[in-house]
């Protein structure tokens, strides 16, 4: 049995070893949201990502109806928000221009927003959501270190940098990730140095989009989704027949920098199906005939 | 009112927030160079950006005869010339071939050169002005320490470096800034990891061709300039109607990284109104703007 | 003279200036490969580059009947030997994927396997054959550590690693060279960070392919081939009407990181030619016109 859960860095917080993201639950009532949730518990995957900005700045709140609903929930689990996006939006009237803002004052008043309307007290884990051509790491750092001394955040990280952006944040304050987009079909941070440095550092990366795309799950025409989908399936049979999304799941996790996916689903028995993932060894002929399928050329 | 000077590194030397390039002056008498440096000194930019070939090695003597008409300028201005291109030239018929050389020989002789044609005892900064892939940052260091310890070059950098070119020198000398073309035309060097890399080693990159291209102040029919043109016009409104090269300064100097714009106007009105920019303060929101026009589709 | 030995970093071996490499090996009896070693030995080129793979797994125990017919060989050579590719071979009928295996196990069957084959004690050098996604720096690093202790293999490098690659596991285990095509035809390596780190690191880069193409030999149309071939051929006369080789040979060396070339040859007189090429010594002028005319465009 695989171990389900994992310590993001080596002063990072323990997570569950796949998280579930809440992106896509903007139209589910409270009562849906407490299923998800305790779904989530049962199966062990406690951790729930989240963004100030999801369902247009309206999941957090939504979310937070469940904890405050049942006090008990959130010593079971784990928040990651995020900050950093100034999206329009009904809900912020006085943003004008869809742009970052990485500045100390919107860093430290976006998270007081986000455990308002989580209703919680700390988060565990606080990330910048995009690369702000116009960050000062000086200043996020001041940020980073004024949130963790008041308990308001527990640890920091960072979403979509490049290593140089990294590394840049990284020399003012210790980060514990780089949540980035992974999967069998965008594979350019297995390339690219991103998952490199998360090795070196001795960082886990957490992976959105980690199905790739939900075609994979459809009869589709795109070539390369058939390819891979095909490849899969044939996988799935030396694996009691696994779902797709398990065997793909399965796949990101073999990776040595010890990759979290973060699941997009708003299907209990996607969770459930999710944490059994964690138990798939893929070897690694697999693997490779994973990335080939889904590449469509031999590796050299 | 923002700080008209600013140091470059650590150990860096003071310049003015917006230096003067000669680039263009290769036409110019000495009456009209003499009417550019003075004009610079009233306005507050004393820093003035040369290079040994400009005007296929003619600039840095013409400025030369200024200095020697004046011997009281030379305390109110900081000179940076560059080495390491061996242009075509009928001013240098010893060269056959159109290359570079950083050899130790090359640099210390070229910058005896550009003191000679300055009129000068010393340069305040000394940049290699392209990567050359037959340098060897011990040879190049050891030339620069030689001039250092001479007193004939008091700081030394590099102009268009890739980050591993800058930290493979930087290993062996410690640089105080790379000069590279930036300007919201061409933002390579935002995203490509060399601004990061200034940020990190807290050291001030300068800006060549700040404006990114003349046809900026013209009808062109560049679909790119006119639709970054139309949002600069309109953003000037909210800065008392500043000129189009006012604001395209004044979004380079918000980086964090506190960009130096290196100007290439041989226009003594130019100069001033550059120096006027530096009080201009965009807004986050402006500065988004500006960014999204110029690349021509909305940030992730 | 030019020196005929070199040491590939602080703590790295002593090899030939040149070496041969085995690649196209796999067609010739004892008799051949025992000519080639010693044309080698004669001419002061004695490090030979193998790889488990070469000749679909047959060019390590062809190499090892020479040693074994005059035992007084190993001595005076140096074996580079890389693993880590899992090719289809009807000699390794167990392999049904081509994949990559740089597990600990693997690592060191592997070694063992071409120490038997090569009827050696240990090899000079062991590379990691190709960066493997699925590679883990900690697991390499152990593999190495548990050779080197046991003697059988005595330094370590990698070959078609990335910069973030190679530091990755840099980081971990100090490695003495990155085996990279490099070659007029094939010039990334010099310009995308991969030499620079090895300058940086004071390592010493192994070139394969490094005459490009064989087409460089002949009247060919490819337009590239045919300039540079032209060129080439000019500038041989001012160095004694060197061959084609020997001049591609000396651009290579010139490079500042000290390039080694590995030659792709099976003919003993070119290996002799090209123990003459470490003395031919290319003017700056002569790279760069050799440079653009590969390039095709002039430098900026």
């Known amino acids: ?33 407490d299923t998800l949730v305790k779904a989530g518990i049962e199966s062990g995957i406690t951790t729930f990502d989240h963004a100030d900005i999801y369902g247009s700045y309206t999941c957090e709140e ?5 904890l405050r609903q049942d006090s008990s929930l959130r010593d079971k689990i784990e ?33 007081e927003n986000s455990l308002k309307m989580l209703e919680t007290e700390y988060l565990d884990l606080l990330l910048i959501h995009r690369p702000d051509p116009l960050m000062h790491p000086d200043e996020i750092a001041e940020a980073f270190y004024q949130l963790q001394k008041s308990g308001k955040v527990l640890h920091f990280g960072v979403s979509n940098f490049t290593p140089s952006q990294f590394e840049m944040l990284n020399s003012r304050f210790t980060l514990v990730t780089n949540q980035v987009e992974i999967s069998a079909l965008h594979r350019d941070t297995i390339f690219d140095g991103t998952l490199d440095q998360c090795i070196q550092h001795s960082i886990v990366p957490m992976a959105w989009s980690p199905l790739g795309s939900g075609q994979i799950f459809t009869e589709t025409d795109d070539p390369t989704v058939r390819r891979l989908r095909d490849k899969v399936i044939e996988i799935a049979t030396n694996h009691n027949n696994a779902g797709i999304d ?42 490779f005939e994973i990335l080939v399928a889904a590449q469509g050329h031999p590796i050299p």
Chains 1, 2, 3 share one sequence.
């Open 1 to 33: 049995m695989a171990a389900k859960r994992i310590q993001l860095s080596k002063t990072g917080p323990e997570f569950s070893r796949v998280a579930a993201g809440v992106w896509k639950w903007d139209n589910l009532n409270t009562q849906q949201i």
């Open 246 to 287: 398990q065997i793909l799941l399965a796949w990101l996790m073999k990776h040595p920098s010890q990759i979290l996916p973060i699941l997009g689903t708003s299907k209990p028995e996607r969770i459930k199906a999710a944490a059994d993932a964690i138990d798939i060894d893929l070897s690694r002929d697999e693997w």
């Open 62 to 66: 939504a979310f937070g109806k469940v």
């Open 79 to 111: 928040l990651v928000s995020k900050c950093g996006i100034k999206l329009l939006s009904p809900n912020r009237p006085d943003h004008k221009v869809h742009s970052y803002d990485t500045s100390k004052s919107h860093i430290v008043s976006s998270v």
